[in-house]
């Protein structure tokens, strides 16, 4: 490995273990000076955030020199990035920084403690999108939901206990019944633990002889499926964001939570048959659920959190729907754009629960009767929430464009009943989002809010939370303006996986010319510096 190459290979390391450490030292240290906590946690959370533009930056190499970059240790830290995970790990760094902001200015019991969880949450969703091993890959899954867990239920709002239990039983179940089917898979791979990367299964699983049994597919599809709150495995996702910190919520919601998809496109969607036969259909109509059902809820909501709670499931459906045609007509663009929305969906997301707190921590409530007439008194945390919520629906400027569009031109050789039952979520989310906004910021000021300030005045938006939420914004301006950023990375490895799904579900083919040229290899070393 060259120069360059070994570089990234450290900076790669450092950022996914460095905010692992500092958590330790505040776990540890619970008794530091506060500026020393504070100092430190920024460290921990903006570091993998400035590595991170290190790799974008064009100065720092070329872009292959990070794709397929390949990091040898033991086989659960055998790292790698490739064109799927490294705008997810972009992603999920800038939610971390931001996530990070939030905790910092937060008041909370022991507060060493709290910023240490959260930093075991940043590191092991970070090491998720890093890692090539398949049993890391749940490993580090685990890793980052026990402090999920533990902050929801110490630190959470109204209902954390019944919210933490209830997200610890889907989503282990979820997880269990995913790694059944890969250990399933990994057998008639013939693959162990050591040797168990993604590009491995992928060979394995088209040179074995024997087919995969029939309900490994399904296994692995409504296991993960479970994670990323595919309907009707939904349920303990809005109670679970609504009850959680804030910070906490940014996390998952935004980044997390990709860890079932990016399972599904990276593990089933190409040789598990997921978008064929019965399997197919029920995958189909799951994720149309999660678009006409979900949205009707979200009509239905009248509080702050538990709306975007649900509307963060809801937007979940254009992703499914994209994997599904990917896997079921082998349509690239379906899986790129799914990809793409996958990051703009995080840093949209991530940034709506953070506005929608700092509304909470100004007038005590997130009930819509309750609020009105805020942009008034907030004009810049108004103007940030409006800009959040047009990224949410998909504005143009924005990357939840590029990924929606990408979505419903995939589905054009759908039937038109189910192109019109697509395009008209765009008009419900549109609905609920912008009555949310005027319910909050326009409209006359509310006899609560007359009084709270009247008895204790508050202000605008803090400078923190600005650079926090403008960082999120600005990090979904950049990707709606220059899309290559992300597409760049996607293409090649969208185009090898819906081939491959395709040929899975075709009569068996010589085995070393089933697997498409382009498909992923995470573990493929990094070619040298040009």
Not at 27 to 51: I, K, T, Y
Not at 170 to 176: C, D, N, P, R
Not at 350 to 356: R, V, Y
Request: proline fraction near 5%; charge should be positive.
């Amino acid at each position: 490995m060259d120069t360059f190459s070994t570089l990234n290979a450290w900076l790669l390391v450092t950022a996914i273990f460095l905010p692992i450490l500092v958590g330790l030292l505040l776990l540890a240290g619970r008794v530091l000076p506060r500026s020393w906590v504070s100092g430190l946690a920024f460290v921990g959370f903006a570091v993998p955030a400035a590595v991170v533009l290190w790799f974008l930056l064009p100065l720092s190499g070329p872009l292959d020199g990070i794709l397929r970059l390949r990091v040898d240790g033991p086989w659960l830290f055998k790292l790698g990035l490739n064109g799927v995970s490294t705008p997810l790990f972009a992603m999920t760094a800038m939610v971390g920084l931001a996530a990070g902001l939030k905790a910092l200015i937060q008041e909370v019991e022991a507060r060493a403690t709290y910023l240490g969880l959260i930093l075991f949450m940043f590191g092991g969703t970070l090491a998720v999108f890093s890692t090539d091993n398949i049993i890391g890959f749940y490993f580090f899954h685990e890793f980052a939901l026990i402090p999920t867990f533990i902050l929801t239920l110490f630190w959470g709002g109204e209902g954390r206990r019944s919210a933490a239990m209830q997200m610890a039983i889907y989503l282990t179940v979820g997880a269990m019944l995913s790694l059944g089917g890969i250990l399933i898979a990994m057998q008639v791979a013939g693959l162990n633990w050591g040797d168990a990367t993604f590009g491995a299964l992928f060979q394995g699983l088209f040179a074995a002889e024997a087919p995969l049994p029939a309900a490994t597919g399904a296994l692995t599809l409504f296991g993960l499926g479970t994670l990323a709150s595919l309907f009707p495995f939904h349920s303990w996702a809005a109670p679970g964001y609504s009850a959680a910190p804030t910070p906490v919520s940014m996390l998952h919601a935004g980044a997390l939570k990709k860890f079932g998809l990016y399972g599904i496109v990276m593990i089933a969607a190409a040789s598990m048959q997921i978008g064929q036969g019965s399997l197919g259909q029920w995958f189909f109509w799951c994720a149309l659920a999660n678009l006409l059902v979900v949205g009707l809820i979200c009509m239905a909501q009248r509080d702050l959190k538990q709306l975007l709670s649900w509307s963060s499931v809801a937007h979940m459906g254009p992703i499914f729907l994209g994997l599904w045609v990917g896997t079921a007509k082998g349509k690239a663009d379906g899986i790129d754009a799914a990809i793409f929305l996958m990051v703009a969906h995080g840093l949209s997301c991530a940034a709506l629960f953070l506005l929608a707190n700092a509304v909470r921590t100004r007038t005590g409530t997130y009930r819509f009767e309750e609020l009105g007439g805020l942009a008034a008194r907030t004009p810049v945390l108004a103007a940030f929430f409006v800009a959040a919520t047009m990224a949410s629906i998909g504005l143009p400027g924005f990357g939840n464009f590029w990924g929606e569009v990408g979505v419903f031109l995939s589905l054009r050789a759908e039937p038109l009943w189910v192109q019109a039952l697509v395009a008209s979520t765009v008009v419900v989310s549109a609905i609920y989002a912008l009555r949310a906004v005027a319910a909050v910021f326009f409209g006359p000021t509310s006899k609560p809010i007359e009084e709270r300030a009247a008895h204790a005045p508050f202000g605008d938006l803090g400078f923190t939370e600005r650079l926090a939420a403008g960082l999120l914004l600005a990090a979904s301006l950049t990707i709606g303006f220059i899309p290559s950023l992300v597409t760049r990375c996607t293409n090649a490895d969208a185009r090898g996986i819906a081939a491959a799904a395709v040929r899975s579900a075709a009569p068996k083919a010589p085995a070393a010319t089933v697997i498409p040229a382009a498909a992923p290899q995470a573990a493929t070393p990094a070619p040298s510096a040009r």
